[in-house]
């Protein structure tokens, strides 16, 4: 196939979980086995939800919060601010899917290997082929997560400073409790970008991320499929998806 009729196939919106990923990845088989290639394709867990369910939930606590501070109710504010912290330590530094797991699906890798040699060297050529769609580019998302961790912080000294002053009679004034927004504006945003998105958006075909590195790996397998017989260095061409989900 030429290199057009080659991204006709692949270039294509192929989220991870949807019927179109699993289309593509049957393609990436078929094509690496008519090269010769030996083909596996390995089944996986996965949360291709995660970031519209994680930021979402993350979001609806921060919001509580808010409405929590702004009602006086300092533990209740302390605690769901410490949910939504706890949450997404749990789901994008911990890796765990307390949230992004409610609906979790099975994606596939798909493997081909052109053995050379027993004991030879070994070339490992890796490309992701699901996509994503979101609001915005990773430079506003990586300065607007960092903002969140201030964030939660200005918001546990809010709801700690209230309940200090309501043991002795007082109250947080309304100017501070009104900053609960401010904690919740840099959660707003990454739900915006993230969650909001797959739902508001055109899916995108992923041209770029990572359609051509896609196409690049497969005009590869047609030249190593032609290798003469007795090569010495084995070389495998691996397809992943998920890389467009958290931080799998």
């Known amino acids: 196939m030429t290199i057009d009729e080659l991204l006709d196939r692949v270039v294509v919106p192929r989220p991870n979980g949807s019927a179109e990923l699993e ?8 094509t690496l086995q008519e090269q010769g290639a030996q083909v596996t394709r390995e089944p996986f867990a996965a949360t291709p939800h995660g970031f519209e369910l994680a930021f979402g939930a993350a979001l609806a606590l921060v919001a509580g919060f808010a409405l929590a501070l702004a009602l006086r109710r300092w533990r209740v504010a302390l605690g769901l601010l410490s949910a939504a ?69 200005l918001g546990a000294a809010l709801a700690i400073a ?66 003469p017989d007795g090569a010495t260095t084995t070389v495998e061409l691996v397809f992943t998806a998920a890389e467009e989900e958290r931080a799998l």
């Open 23 to 30: 289309r593509v990845g049957a393609f990436l088989a078929a």
């Open 85 to 153: 912290a706890a949450l997404l330590l749990v789901e994008f530094e911990l890796l765990g899917s307390p949230v992004s797991g409610l609906l979790p699906a099975t994606l596939h890798n798909v493997v081909g290997v052109f053995p050379g040699v027993a004991g030879g060297p070994r070339l490992v050529f890796v490309a992701h082929y699901d996509t994503t769609t979101h609001f915005g580019s990773h430079a506003a998302w990586g300065p607007t997560g960092f903002l969140m961790g201030p964030a939660v912080a």
């Open 162 to 227: 209230g309940l200090l002053r309501a043991r002795s009679g007082r109250t947080l004034a309304p100017g501070w409790r009104a900053l609960g927004l401010l904690v919740a504006a840099p959660f707003a945003a990454m739900a915006w970008f993230h969650a909001a998105g797959p739902s508001l958006r055109a899916p995108s075909p992923g041209a770029i991320d990572n359609g051509g590195s896609v196409v690049a790996l497969l005009q590869l397998a047609t030249r190593v499929g032609a290798r």
